[in-house]
């Protein structure tokens, strides 16, 4: 069971704005960076954001990332059909000593 | 274009031993090192180790309890994830990821592969 906590769910309208939160503790997202994929169904999963806000080269600006304390967020600007994918978190957790990953959030787009 | 191809689904007994392979092309592969994760069914990914293909440093998550071994073979840039003693809940699909050649905490996935379904099963 993963430690980040991510709400398993959310849905916007073609144009909204949505956020995904992310919660973790001290061990983990309170002190390291914090990184967000995006998996299609039937596709390999894809980086989205590093180092907690840094969008990888080719990522849309309508996809940016925050982090503050235990906890982190993704917010996806101007939704689109094509946004509609699972979410995951992940952060390096010290008791682990290895990158720990979020349960992951089902982006519906309405 | 950097590319993971990984091995094909496996269905195997509970016991048994299970290999999967995560073929690379289009980048160095000794300047880089590999996670592998898998996921079960409705759960998020589960980070299984790492290796360094480029000393071949490992390191592997407590949870597994020693049944995990990775290695490279920088002849054919592969990487591979050997899992033994297969038990039900093993039964999930892996992935390979490629990080940095030492195990870092700032590191993020930038590729992965393809996924392997892995069924353990009597």
């Known amino acids: 069971q993963s430690v980040l906590t991510q709400p398993p769910s959310a849905s916007g309208t073609p144009g909204q704005r949505v956020t995904i939160s992310c919660s973790g503790g001290?061990?983990?997202?309170?002190?390291?960076?914090v990184s967000w994929y995006q998996h299609l169904p039937g596709t390999a999963p894809k980086l989205l954001i590093f180092?907690?806000?840094q969008r990888l080269s080719g990522v849309p600006d309508r996809f940016s990332g925050s982090k503050s304390g235990t906890s982190a967020s993704l917010a996806i600007s101007g939704l689109r059909s094509e946004d509609e994918a699972d979410y995951y978190c992940?952060?390096?957790?010290?008791?682990?000593?290895?990158?720990?990953f979020g349960g992951g959030t089902k982006l519906t787009v309405l | 274009q950097p590319h993971l191809v990984q091995s094909g689904p496996e269905v195997k007994r509970p016991g048994a031993s299970v290999r999967v392979s995560c073929k690379t092309s289009?980048?160095?592969?000794?300047?880089?090192?590999f996670s592998w994760v898998r996921q079960a069914p409705g759960q998020g990914p589960e980070w299984l180790g790492w290796?360094?293909?480029?000393?071949?440093?490992?390191k592997s998550a407590e949870a597994l309890q020693g049944r995990v071994a990775l290695t490279t073979d920088s002849s054919t840039s592969t990487a591979y994830l050997e899992v033994k003693s297969l038990k039900s809940d093993d039964t999930a699909v892996y992935y390979c990821?490629?990080?940095?050649?030492?195990?870092?905490?700032?590191?993020?996935?930038?590729?992965w592969g393809q996924g392997t379904m892995v069924t353990v099963s009597s």
């Open positions: 289009g980048f160095d592969f000794t300047s880089f090192g």
């Open positions: 290796i360094s293909a480029h000393n071949g440093n490992t």
């Open positions: 180092r907690n806000n």
């Open positions: 992940a952060a390096w957790d010290a008791s682990l000593t290895g990158p720990m």
């Open positions: 001290n061990s983990n997202i309170g002190t390291n960076l």
């Open positions: 990821l490629r990080a940095s050649m030492t195990l870092r905490p700032d590191d993020a996935f930038d590729l």
